[in-house]
Each structure stands twice: as structure tokens, then as C-alpha cells.
């Protein structure tokens, strides 16, 4: 049987959450690119269902928190863009990971 009382120091990894990563769609995109090495755009964006400019959107605001690594190059003179997690963003993806697990860890069932 689980814990039946929570105290604020069970839930205080939750104030401590990214709020950048925090995003059901960002989350979803960093989730994607922690289990490759990188992802191509067109991927990403079947995988997850988001429209263009909406992958577009949240991979700007994860490339503007370092957590992406955007790449263009061209294969076949057709144009194609890699993304990658950076460093930081790995670091950042396994806190936040860490910090939800405890949190609804200490939750009663």
C-alpha cells in the first residue's frame, strides 16, 4: 500500500519542473529525440501529428533553450533537416524525468 499522506517536500520536485520540456507537444519531441541519435523533420512530424508549422514553432523554442540541435542540408538537391538533442538537453530531459518520477512516486495509490 502506498504512502496515504503527501507533504510539500514529496511534490517539491514539481516546482522544480522545466517548463520548457513541460509542454505535452515539447515533451512528445524530446522524448522522440532521447532515444535517437537525430531525427529527420518529416519524421518527427508524422510521428507526432503536429502540422509544419507547429513542429516548427516548439523546435525553435527547444533549439532557443539549447536543448535542439537544428542541421539543413541538402541529399539529392531536396533540402532536409536533422534534429538532435544537445548536451544540455539530454541533462535537461533526465532532470525532468527524474523530477516526475519522484513526484508521482510519492503519490498515494
Given amino acids: ?3 496515504q499522506n503527501v507533504g510539500s517536500e514529496d511534490l517539491q520536485p514539481l516546482a522544480d519542473i522545466d517548463k520548457i ?3 505535452p507537444a515539447r515533451f512528445m519531441l524530446m522524448a522522440y529525440l ?3 541519435v537525430s531525427a529527420d523533420f ?3 512530424m508524422r510521428e507526432t501529428g503536429l502540422t509544419r508549422g507547429n513542429l516548427s514553432s516548439h523546435m525553435s523554442k527547444l533549439e532557443k533553450a539549447g536543448y535542439v540541435e537544428v542541421e539543413k542540408e ?9 534534429l538532435r538533442l ?3 538537453g539530454r541533462a535537461a530531459f533526465r ?3 527524474r523530477n516526475m518520477k519522484q513526484a508521482l512516486d510519492s503519490l498515494p495509490d
Fill in 1 to 3: 500500500m502506498g504512502k
Fill in 21 to 23: 520540456i513541460h509542454e
Fill in 34 to 36: 532521447y532515444v535517437v
Fill in 42 to 44: 518529416l519524421f518527427l
Fill in 74 to 82: 541538402f541529399v539529392d538537391k531536396k533540402p532536409r533537416t536533422l
Fill in 86 to 88: 544537445t548536451d544540455e
Fill in 95 to 97: 532532470i525532468y524525468r
